[in-house]
């Protein structure tokens, strides 16, 4: 065993090493994104503002980190500063996995409503709804 992440007030749900495998992020159930720090002991982050259990995060190859949750929201993050970037908002149901473009500059995310929503992450809106035919 490397290290003890404790601190956490709920379930994990979800997790997410940086490109560079300096940093951890964690999704919980008492509606927090934790970045741990694994190259020292500068404390780690707690990002608080999801309103739900958050679902999924994921990090950009450009260092950003996103984090869905039951909210239906998808929040993009600076997790050196620990401020938000964009607040990306247009699920009808809860987010429950995203994935990057290899370039970051991209982010898809699949809600539990049967759409997938491709977003532009320098500008944080969405350019595109796909959604998924059943035949």
Sequence with gaps: ???????HRDAIQTCD????AHCLATGFWDHTVR???L?????DRILEG??????????STLGML???SWDRSV?????????????LKGHVCWVKCMSFSGNGLLLATAGYSETVKVWN?????CLETLEVTIF
């Design 1 to 7: 065993m490397l290290r003890v992440f404790s601190g």
């Design 39 to 43: 190259q020292s002991d500068i404390q």
């Design 35 to 37: 970045v741990w720090n």
């Design 17 to 20: 090493f940086s490109l560079d």
């Design 50 to 59: 999801h309103r739900g259990n958050v679902t999924c995060v994921c990090f």
């Design 66 to 68: 996103a984090s869905g």
């Design 75 to 87: 929040w993009i993050w600076d997790p050196r500063s620990g401020m938000l970037v964009f607040l």
């Design 121 to 125: 992450c320098e500008m944080g809106e």
